[in-house]
């Protein structure tokens, strides 16, 4: 006999955790749009992947934190994209400087653990995964 309580468990888990299903599901969509269509973005991973992570903190704090996963990510991109530009992308040099320098700027600015963090993540994304063709 096929027992079905692991199927009415996960609907259970489902029908409860529909509100952060649908804001994660939009939060993500309308970051990605954001990027995509009002910054003309080619490649716009970083926008909705920063908007789950914001969502994924802790409730009470997610003005704050979205605030510094934010500038977090767009700090790394940013100096990330003026080592690549210098140094080229996917080399040892390229990203010890780039994980350097972020690191060195979000501590110099008193950024917090999770700023620091996105920062360096998302700088370290930029410079180890080519865009489609570059190979």
């Given at each position: 006999?096929?027992?079905?309580?692991?199927?009415?468990?996960?609907?259970?888990?489902?029908?409860?955790?529909?509100?952060?299903?649908?804001?994660?599901?939009?939060?993500?969509?309308?970051?990605?749009?954001?990027?995509?269509?009002?910054?003309?973005?080619?490649?716009?991973?970083?926008?909705?992947?920063?908007?789950?992570?914001?969502?994924?903190?802790?409730?009470?704090?997610?003005?704050?934190?979205?605030?510094?996963?934010?500038?977090?990510?767009?700090?790394?991109?940013?100096?990330a994209d003026v080592v690549v530009q210098a140094l080229g992308a996917r080399?040892?040099?390229?990203?010890?400087?780039?994980?350097?320098?972020?690191?060195?700027?979000?501590?110099?600015?008193?950024?917090?653990?999770?700023?620091?963090?996105?920062?360096?993540?998302?700088?370290?994304?930029?410079?180890?995964?080519?865009?489609?063709?570059?190979?």
């Amino acid at each position: 006999m096929v027992r079905w309580g692991w199927l009415r468990q996960a609907a259970v888990r489902v029908w409860r955790g529909w509100p952060q299903i649908v804001e994660g599901t939009l939060a993500a969509t309308g970051a990605w749009v954001a990027a995509s269509v009002l910054v003309s973005h080619p490649q716009p991973f970083f926008a909705p992947a920063a908007a789950l992570i914001v969502l994924g903190q802790a409730r009470g704090q997610r003005t704050r934190r979205a605030v510094e996963v934010v500038l977090g990510v767009a700090a790394g991109v940013l100096v990330a994209d003026v080592v690549v530009q210098a140094l080229g992308a996917r080399s040892t040099v390229t990203v010890f400087t780039v994980i350097l320098l972020t690191i060195v700027g979000a501590v110099a600015i008193g950024a917090s653990g999770v700023a620091v963090v996105q920062a360096a993540v998302s700088a370290l994304y930029l410079v180890v995964i080519s865009p489609p063709g570059s190979r």
